[in-house]
C-alpha cells in the first residue's frame, strides 16, 4: 500500500531552520504531484508548497516564499522542505502529500486534489 513517511520535524528557535523529508513507497512516484501542508491548531490544513512531477515547477504560499524550498529527488522517492528563517507563526504539524495528477494547475493549492497523506511531523519554533 501506499506510505508516506516524513521526518526531520522538532524544536527550533524563531530565525532557525529544520529539514523535513517524506520517503514514498508503494506507488510510482513520478505520476505524482508532490505537497507539504500544515495544520496548527484551531486552524484550517493549509498548503505551503508543491512541486511537480519533474521538479520543474514549484508552488509556494505566499507567506514562505523566500524561506521555504522544496525539492524531490525522483530516484529516492524522496520529497524534501527545506524552511529557513522560521518564524512564531509557522509551528504546526506537517504533513506530506501526494496527487496523482501531471499538470500543475492551481488546484494543487487545494487539500482535496491530494490521494495520499503521511501521518505529520511536528514543527514548533520558540521565540
Known amino acids: 500500500q501506499v506510505q508516506l513517511v516524513e521526518s526531520g520535524g522538532g524544536l527550533v528557535q524563531a530565525g532557525g531552520s529544520l529539514r523535513l523529508s517524506c520517503a514514498a513507497s508503494?506507488?510510482?512516484?513520478?505520476?505524482?504531484?508532490m505537497g507539504w501542508f500544515r495544520e496548527a491548531p484551531g486552524r484550517e490544513r493549509e498548503v505551503v508548497a508543491a512541486i511537480s512531477w519533474s521538479g520543474s515547477r514549484t508552488y509556494y504560499r505566499d507567506s514562505v516564499k523566500g524561506r521555504f524550498t522544496i525539492s524531490r529527488d525522483n530516484a529516492k522517492n524522496t520529497v524534501v522542505l527545506q524552511m529557513n528563517n522560521l518564524k512564531p507563526e509557522d509551528p504546526a504539524v506537517y504533513y506530506c502529500a501526494a496527487a496523482r495528477r501531471y499538470d500543475f494547475g492551481s488546484s494543487i493549492s487545494l487539500r482535496d486534489e491530494y490521494d495520499y497523506w503521511g501521518q505529520g511531523t511536528q514543527v514548533t519554533v520558540s521565540s
Open positions: 508503494g506507488l510510482t512516484f513520478t505520476h505524482y504531484t
